[in-house]
Structures are given as structure tokens and as C-alpha cells.
């Protein structure tokens, strides 16, 4: 059985993603996978590019081979370099820095006024403070 890593189409019209699966040369795109191994997600800035790699070096081990896309996925991943014998094979892929957390500029007036609390039943008490004092 020839077996190739490739992409698999998801997502909506125009805005794409792809699964690294593994499956036979003769199904169809979209079609019956053995196993899936990574995702690609091309329209995020920077791309989203997450690979399996002891999967991914264990097909490219048995004989799958990777169709140029993938190829070229796997040489960013490193996992290429790896499977080649390339000691010094390393990861290039750029990873989305996180976001600062919001602070609020706390010498501006909020927006949004506090609602009132409604008196609480103190009556009672003053009476209470009314008879001690007479």
C-alpha cells in the first residue's frame, strides 16, 4: 500500500485549513485517512503549523512519503532535518506572541455609572438608638 502525508482540505469557502493526515496515494483528498498528525492553518498571522513529530518521523521511518507541501511544512517543523540524520535540525516555525494584558487608565471616569443600593432597613435601629439616649 503506498501511504503519503498530505493536507486535508477544512473550513469555509476562502478561509482554509488544513489537517497533516496520513493516508493511502489513492483515496481522495478529503477522503478516508489513517491517522492525523498535525494542522496547518495558513490565514492566522504567523501560520499555525503543529506537527506530531514522533508521528511524523515514524510514517517518514515505514516509507510514507510527504507530498511537497507537507515536505516543506516538515523542514520548517524540523522534522525533515531529523528524519535525514541532521543532528542540529531545530524548529523555524515563528510563534504568535501573547497579547498584554488590558489595564485601564484609572485616572479617566468610568462610563458606566454604579447603581445605587437601596437603603437597607435601618430603621429599627435608630428607634433602637433613639430610646437608649432618652
Known amino acids: 500500500m503506498a501511504v503519503k502525508i498530505r493536507l486535508k482540505r477544512m473550513g469555509k469557502i476562502r478561509a482554509p485549513y488544513y489537517r497533516i ?7 481522495k483528498r478529503d477522503g478516508r485517512v489513517i491517522e492525523e498528525i498535525g494542522i496547518y492553518h495558513p490565514t492566522e498571522e504567523p501560520s499555525v503549523i503543529e506537527v506530531k513529530s514522533e508521528r511524523a518521523q515514524y510514517w517518514l521511518s515505514v516509507g510514507a512519503q510527504p507530498t511537497e507541501q507537507v515536505a516543506a511544512l516538515l523542514k520548517l517543523t524540523g522534522d525533515w532535518g531529523i528524519f535525514k540524520g541532521d543532528k542540529n535540525a531545530k524548529s523555524t516555525v515563528k510563534v504568535k506572541e501573547p497579547k498584554a494584558a488590558f489595564v485601564a487608565d484609572e485616572k479617566k471616569k468610568p462610563v458606566l455609572k454604579p447603581k445605587a443600593e437601596k437603603p437597607v432597613a435601618k430603621a429599627p435601629e435608630v428607634a433602637a438608638e433613639a430610646t437608649e439616649e432618652a
Open 21 to 27: 493526515v496520513v493516508a493511502d496515494a489513492r483515496t
